[in-house]
């Protein structure tokens, strides 16, 4: 999936998920909820498949 792709799934703008992939941005947790929701998980599963 395409950044562009994966932004709009999440309702980010594009740059916004380049910034985090490269860490220039801290992602808010307001924001993970957000991702997950969109990939269709629990919050709790990203910080597990993430091993944290």
């Known amino acids: 999936m395409s950044q562009e792709d ?3 799934l999440c309702g980010f703008h594009r740059t916004y998920i380049g910034q985090i992939e490269r860490g220039e941005k801290n992602i808010s947790f307001e924001n993970i909820v957000r991702v997950a ?3 269709k998980k629990l919050p709790s599963e990203i910080f597990r498949d993430a091993g944290l």
Do not use: P, R, T
């Open 6 to 8: 994966f932004a709009e």
């Open 37 to 39: 929701s969109a990939l």
